[in-house]
């Protein structure tokens, strides 16, 4: 058993992403199975359009915003649970929150 302070996790900017960080709370070498990572994304700022052979979730921690996935955007906000299927082109928009933070949970791959 761990506890983790996201605080304590190295804040990363996300490659190809617009004002967005990145912090791995659990990675490969804590956990088997899954990684969570939370996500800032600042006013004005989006995460890469992009899609990939897995699922993964999402829950909104602070702020409001868009899930895209190249054609529709769809309003998230606070306390809302995101799925995103495995191929499923998507990207997260931040407009008008001073910050868009996101838990994301990816399955590891060994």
């Given at each position: 058993?761990?506890?983790?302070?996201?605080?304590?996790?190295?804040?990363?900017?996300?490659?190809?992403?617009?004002?967005?960080?990145?912090?791995?709370?659990?990675?490969?070498?804590?956990?088997?199975?899954?990684?969570?990572?939370?996500?800032?994304?600042?006013?004005?700022?989006?995460?890469?359009?992009?899609?990939?052979?897995?699922?993964?979730?999402?829950?909104?921690?602070?702020?409001?915003?868009?899930?895209?996935?190249?054609?529709?955007k769809?309003?998230?906000k606070?306390?809302?649970?995101?799925?995103?299927?495995?191929?499923?082109?998507?990207?997260?928009?931040?407009?008008?929150?001073?910050?868009?933070?996101?838990?994301?949970?990816?399955?590891?791959k060994?």
């Amino acid at each position: 058993m761990k506890v983790i302070d996201k605080n304590d996790v190295k804040e990363e900017v996300v490659e190809k992403a617009n004002k967005t960080t990145i912090r791995w709370l659990i990675d490969e070498n804590l956990a088997e199975n899954f990684a969570m990572r939370y996500f800032v994304i600042r006013k004005g700022g989006n995460s890469p359009l992009h899609s990939h052979n897995w699922e993964h979730e999402m829950f909104v921690v602070k702020g409001e915003g868009y899930i895209f996935d190249g054609n529709q955007k769809l309003k998230v906000k606070e306390g809302n649970a995101i799925f995103i299927g495995p191929n499923e082109v998507h990207q997260l928009i931040n407009e008008y929150s001073e910050t868009l933070e996101v838990i994301c949970l990816i399955p590891i791959k060994k």
